[in-house]
């Protein structure tokens, strides 16, 4: 692919929307207006994937929407760690923050304890949705941890946490981090005490564990829309909400009433609030995080790298298959929400961090394959400046808002936990009419068809895959396809003979003329330099 400088997202937005109103085919909303349901989810990322289908089991009718793909935004933008939650344990600059401020220490032990029994379950019922890799965390001589401090983590989160999957931790001497796979490729190797050795797992990729959920949530009754834009309006007297929804593919509007919303639009939640009521108060506090993509050795798959970077904040090396990433960044975000990508300082900023973690590799500007940038959803919190970390969920009665709900700071990896939360809240304040289900956490994947070509010689992916993403899964561009449903894009630079052959497909499923396949295939080039290209 070539290197452009950054196009505002912003700018091409009419553009896009005009394209996919051109190309794309789906039914119309008139068959919603003036639909009650007991309740509308505004978001479509992993929170609100997991919501929609837990609260749909037990018996509740449920519209969620979302503006633009499922799990295009900041769910699709993370470091993609089902994480054993070792980092929540870490007590900031000495042991002591924990002793003298022990609220502290048992907010942490929560989330480890939440962050293990997310990994457990998850790799126990969705394990074609993982992947697991060896991580090698150096201790210093000097560095701000000890060795019996890592060793006292363990065995908290052994204690705390399932048993399995296990962690396998294990410490090695200095010695023998030399023979190591990546870690002896560590700065300072003669001032290493000893390397921390466990098992974390990735999820590959989010947004099909978002897609997973949504496929979940319709067969169950949902009904669930993307690229349909939400705007809630003020409480009617029969303290109904009214929620004003435009299909942004064909303009056709729609208005519909909740007896709950449920705000899980991330980054977007105050702006959603502030429709309704404007006085409403700020819940959101965004810091963003940007990666950037790059291949190693192949020695070095499936070993990766947990450190604390210059500014003493938490830095990976993750392996990606065949890549790996390194990220993320800590910064304060507060330009557009709708164009989010990383920097030119930012890579910069992390070829730097990642050389100074594994000077021998050397990496430049050319090496990098792929980048990305995600803000986090955190809660706002005037005490804390970069955002409070532990998840809240927001009842916005207090804005004189009954009814609508809000969650902030809910990691990917706890999706269903939050999604039971939220079920839950909602099971208190309406009885369902319908008989509960249960989910269903197994992968959703396409029917088998080996008679059907591969879109890429040596890759399972068949263009029948794409056909049923289309047909199926509410896959409306190449992006969606290639990077949403299949996962390809993450991975894999795409010639221009495969590009083609994904909009072949899409364009005999779309009845795109040759003009309006070539207009897609130039959409997904701009797009792809913007969000994941290379900055030179």
């Known amino acids: 692919m070539s290197v452009v400088r950054p196009i505002s997202a912003r700018a091409l937005m009419p553009a896009l929307e005009e394209h996919l109103k051109e190309c794309a085919v789906r039914p119309a909303l ?10 509308v989810i505004i978001g479509g990322g992993i929170n609100g994937a997991a919501a929609v289908q837990h609260i749909v089991a037990q018996g509740h009718s449920v519209l969620l929407v979302e503006k633009g793909d499922f799990g295009s935004g900041s769910s699709s933008r993370s470091s993609r760690l089902l994480h054993c939650g070792l980092r929540y344990l870490a007590p900031g600059r000495s042991i002591w923050d924990f002793v003298l401020h022990p609220t502290r220490f048992l907010t942490a032990l929560k989330m480890a304890k939440q962050a293990m029994e997310a990994r457990t379950e998850f790799v126990k019922t969705s ?12 201790i210093y001589r000097g560095g ?3 060795g019996w401090q890592v060793d006292l983590a363990f065995l908290i989160l052994k204690l705390i946490g399932p048993r399995n999957p296990p962690l396998d931790y294990h410490r090695i001497s200095a010695a023998k981090v030399r023979a190591m796979p990546l870690a002896k490729e560590l700065r300072d190797l003669d001032q290493i005490h000893s390397v921390a050795v466990y098992r974390e797992y990735e999820f590959d990729w989010p947004e099909r564990v978002c897609i997973d959920c949504i496929l979940d949530a319709e067969r169950m009754g949902a009904v669930v829309r993307n690229y349909t834009m939400a705007t809630l309006g003020r409480r009617r007297d029969d303290g109904t909400w009214p929620i004003q929804i435009a299909d ?10 909740a007896s709950i919303v449920i705000n899980l639009a991330g980054i977007w939640i105050d702006d959603v609030n502030a429709c309704a009521e404007p006085k409403a108060g700020r819940r959101v506090l965004g810091t963003k ?39 993320p960044t800590e910064t304060l975000y507060e330009s557009d929400k709708d164009d989010i990508h990383v920097t030119d300082e930012e890579q910069a900023w992390l070829l730097r961090e990642a050389n100074r973690l594994m000077p021998g590799i050397n990496l430049v500007a050319t090496d990098v394959r792929l980048t990305w940038a995600g803000v986090r959803p955190l809660t706002y919190d005037e005490a804390v400046p970069f955002g ?26 706890s999706h269903r936990s939050a999604g039971r939360l939220l079920a839950a809240e909602v099971g208190r304040r309406v009885e369902a009419q319908r008989a ?23 890759e399972p992916t068949r263009l029948s895959d794409l056909q049923h993403a289309i047909q199926k899964e509410h896959a409306v561009s190449l992006m969606d396809l290639l990077f949403r449903r299949t996962g390809l894009g993450w991975r894999y630079q795409f010639s221009d003979e495969e590009l083609d052959r994904a909009a072949s497909v899409l364009a005999t499923e779309r009845g795109l003329s040759a003009e ?20 030179d």
């Open 30 to 39: 008139d068959s919603l207006n003036g639909c009650s349901f007991d309740v």
């Open 388 to 413: 409070n970390r532990s998840r809240q969920l927001h009842d916005l009665v207090v804005d004189g808002m009954p009814n609508v709900l809000a969650m902030t700071a809910g990691p990917v990896m």
């Open 248 to 257: 942004r593919l064909d303009g056709t509007t729609a208005e519909v009433r």
């Open 436 to 458: 509960p289900q249960t989910p269903n956490y197994a992968p959703k994947l396409p029917p088998v068809n080996d008679n059907s070509p591969t879109l890429i010689a040596g």
């Open 127 to 138: 394990s074609l949705r993982t992947r697991p890799m060896q991580f090698a965390f150096p």
């Open 516 to 535: 309006e396949k070539q207009r897609e295939i130039r959409a997904f080039r701009v797009e792809y330099t913007q969000l994941f290209g290379r900055r």
């Open 144 to 146: 701000p941890y000890r």
């Open 289 to 327: 995080g940007a990666h950037i993509v790059v291949k190693l050795p192949d020695a070095y798959a499936g070993y990766g790298v947990a450190t604390l970077n210059s500014k003493s904040e938490p830095f990976y090396c993750i392996p990606w298959h065949s890549l790996h990433f390194f990220g």
